[in-house]
């Protein structure tokens, strides 16, 4: 899967990237279809313990599936929303197979 990662404001180490392609390439386990994938990583200032902000949006077949999540580390943030974005593959499956049967 292509993922497109960007950073605000900041520039992100190589491996924080490959870390998160790393994640991101394991979805396609839980939906094949999957076209691209977007991750937004930003620092936020005003908050002192959560302050790391990861958007991931992955584009399939006629919808856009997004998960949103902050924590102390980009790596904890990422880990978080890809586990919210694998329950959401799982849910988009069943919907395409249930109108698939029908």
Do not use: W
Request: charged content about 35%.
């Amino acid at each position: 899967m292509k993922v497109t990662i960007q950073s605000i404001h900041f520039t992100a180490a190589d491996r924080l990237k490959s870390y998160i392609q790393k994640k991101c390439d394991k979805l396609d386990q839980f939906f094949d279809r999957i076209i691209e994938g977007t991750v937004v990583l930003k620092v936020q200032q005003e908050v002192k313990n959560a302050n790391k902000h990861v958007e991931i949006k992955l584009m399939v077949p006629g919808d856009l599936l997004i998960a949103k999540e902050e924590a102390k580390t980009f790596e904890a943030a990422v880990d978080l929303a890809t586990d919210k974005l694998k329950l959401q593959l799982k849910k988009y499956k069943e919907k395409i197979r249930s109108r698939e049967a029908i």
